[in-house]
T-cell receptor
């Protein structure tokens, strides 16, 4: 079945620490894995994504790694800042009957304390 | 420079009173999606249009319908809102349904009294 699991559900870190959020997916045919950041009352915003032909992608303080064999991918945020506090959703494109759809993980609430 | 626009941002309706939410896009994307997001949960796909082709999720209640009169606009109609339909409704667009980025609108928060 279509499933994306995400851990942890909440994560509290001190400013300057690193944060890691992990996701696993069920469909071995999945080939696209975006990460969205959602601040309270706002839209989900894409922060980074990775496609199945690469194992790692980095954008300044944010990086994503993908292990296709193990069917898991992770978000790494270094030198966290209070403005990183938000809910983060991983997602994976999963095959559905007739089309591919984006399935979201359950979300991780990240709190960065000054 | 807004790319995906949703109106209204806040909508209050009465139990059972039909309501329509609007989404428009300036990206000329082929696909438009409607998601329902309840507090502290992930967005849940209701349905999407690929051009004029409508695709409904199997567990989307019949109470929810959608229209896409042209490339730029898509509407979500809730025929008889119940208290359980109170949520944030997010519209998103993308070029295609595979490894294409989905861009979300700001959402419409629906309250049902």
């Amino acid at each position: 079945g279509e499933n994306v699991e995400q851990h942890p559900s909440t994560l509290s870190v001190q400013e300057g620490d690193s944060a890691v959020i992990k996701c696993t997916y069920s469909d071995s045919a999945s080939n696209y894995f975006p990460w969205y950041k959602q601040e309270l009352g706002k839209r989900p915003q894409l922060i980074i994504d990775i496609r199945s032909n690469v194992g790692e992608k980095k954008d300044q303080r944010i990086a994503v790694t993908l292990n296709k064999t193990a069917k898991h991918f992770s978000l790494h945020i270094t030198e966290t800042q209070p403005e990183d506090s938000a809910v983060y959703f991983c997602a994976a494109i999963l095959q559905n009957t007739g089309f591919q759809k984006l399935v979201f993980g359950t979300g991780t609430r990240l709190l960065v304390s000054p | 420079d807004a790319m995906v626009i949703q109106n209204p941002r806040y909508q209050v309706t009465q139990f059972g009173k039909p309501v329509t939410l609007s989404c428009s896009q300036t990206l000329n994307h082929n696909v438009m999606y409607w998601y329902q997001q309840k507090s502290s949960q992930a967005p849940k796909l209701l349905f999407h249009y690929y051009d004029k082709d409508f695709n409904n999720e199997a567990d989307t209640p019949d109470n929810f319908q959608s229209r896409r009169p042209n490339t730029s606009f898509c509407f979500l109609d809730i025929r008889s809102p119940g208290l359980g339909d109170a949520a944030m409704y997010l519209c998103a667009t993308s070029w295609g349904t595979s490894e294409y980025t989905q861009y979300f609108g700001p959402g419409t928060r629906l309250t049902v009294l």
